[in-house]
């Protein structure tokens, strides 16, 4: 079955720029997605289709894709965004694939 | 702005049924889909299927295939997941998340947890 893998965990110190990779095959055919989960929240869309930011989503979060990667970029991190990130993407039946989420630490 | 409100909390017997409503407000448009996603404690986020309510057509992921039935009321702008032959392993939050078919923004519930315990 089709996977996104994403690391595990990525640290970063206050103001410093948070990078966080999600690779697939099937990237460069599909969108991905990116989702904001903190603790005992709901999931929340920060980036859609690559690289469009919703309504409400502060700049510092952008995406970008290159071949079978797809980044999440968070500018001058903040304390706030200390959370899990989930990228999300379709296989060739258009079901729904989630990566398996980093957990960014701001230190 | 689409807003999501789901059901409450269930406490099920295994080998029992449950079923999850969520309800959309503020859709000012037909064309869209509701997809089922749900959080198995301190785990990822895994699909189970979703439903275009305009065209009534569902598709499932094959892990669910049989135990899973999700339909939808267009006149009220609402979807329901329900899971059948419930086990322990289904303990989880489940999140509904709607989809604009323009834009292919995502708007997600706010979850409903559902423990299957003897």
């Known amino acids: ?107 | 702005q689409v807003q999501l409100v789901q059901s409450g909390a269930e406490v099920k017997k295994p080998g029992s049924s449950v079923k999850v409503s969520c309800k959309a407000s503020g859709v000012t448009l037909s064309a869209y889909t509701f997809s089922w996603v749900r959080q198995a404690p301190g785990q990822g986020l895994e699909w189970m299927g979703r439903i275009i309510p305009l065209l009534d057509i569902t598709n499932y992921a094959q892990k669910f295939q049989g135990r899973v039935t999700i339909t939808a009321d267009k006149s009220t702008s609402t979807a329901y997941m329900e899971l059948s032959s419930l086990r322990s392993e289904d303990t989880a939050v489940y999140y509904c998340a709607w989809v604009d078919g323009a834009y292919d923004y995502i708007f997600w519930g706010q979850g409903s947890l559902v423990t299957v315990s003897s």
């Open chain 1, 1 to 107: 079955s089709y996977e996104l893998t994403q690391p595990p965990s990525v640290s970063v110190s206050p103001g410093q720029t948070a990078r966080i990779t999600c690779s697939g095959d099937a990237l460069p055919k599909q969108y991905a997605y990116w989702h904001q989960q903190k603790p005992g929240q709901a999931p929340v869309l920060v980036i859609n289709k690559d690289s469009e930011r919703p309504s409400g989503i502060p700049e510092r979060f952008s995406g970008s894709s290159s071949g079978t990667t797809v980044t999440l970029t968070i500018s001058g991190v903040q304390a706030e965004d200390e959370a899990d990130y989930f990228c999300q993407s379709a296989d060739s039946n258009a079901n729904w694939v989630f990566g398996g989420g980093t957990k960014l630490t701001v230190l």
